[in-house]
């Protein structure tokens, strides 16, 4: 079961290769589709090429909004030129009852996390998955360690209000 409202609209927002992490979410959801007011898959990649799981992504359009951008098309491309921030505006449509998910490269998730700040989405509706590489595993040689987070002890997922200090470029 997934850590969000019922009832709420639901975002998924993926970068590159953090559509691997979050496929098994997005599939949850659109399991018990009528838990939520609505579903919308954002994917980000660098280019239509780099796109994962496209039959994944059709047949989810068929119980979610599903949007895709590059940041380069060489090839014909019907899809939104430009960071996956682009795609945000039509996904928030309540804030309150808003929940976020979303995996990818750090810039992208401190980029997308700052625009949902703006479009004042709580940010403890918002869960990142940090991945970062780790050493021992155990909270020793802190590698792993993004501000007051070790992801080997407190698990890579935490909320915007969590990490917001840290990643966040607004706050730079």
């Not at 780099?50 to 019907?78: E, N, Q």
């Not at 505006?89 to 309540?94: G, N």
Request: net charge negative; glycine share 10%.
């Amino acid at each position: 079961d997934l850590d969000v409202a019922r009832g709420c609209h639901l975002v998924v927002v993926a970068g590159g290769l953090g559509l691997a992490p979050v496929r098994p979410a997005i599939e949850a959801a659109l399991a018990s589709a009528g838990n939520y007011r609505s579903i919308t898959v954002l994917v980000g990649a660098r280019t239509p090429e780099g796109i994962l799981y496209t039959d994944d992504l059709a047949s989810w359009a068929a119980g979610a909004r599903v949007a895709c951008s590059v940041d380069v098309a060489r090839t014909p491309w019907a899809g939104t030129v430009g960071p996956v921030t682009a795609l945000l505006d039509e996904a928030v449509r309540d804030p309150a009852d808003t929940h976020v998910l979303m995996c990818g490269p750090e810039i992208m998730m401190r980029v997308v996390g700052d625009a949902l700040a703006l479009a004042e989405v709580p940010g403890r509706q918002v869960q990142l998955s940090l991945e970062r590489t780790m050493h021992c595993g155990v909270g020793h040689c802190g590698h792993c360690q993004l501000g007051p987070i070790l992801t080997c002890v407190d698990g890579p997922v935490t909320t915007w209000t969590r990490i917001a200090a840290v990643l966040s470029v607004a706050q730079r």
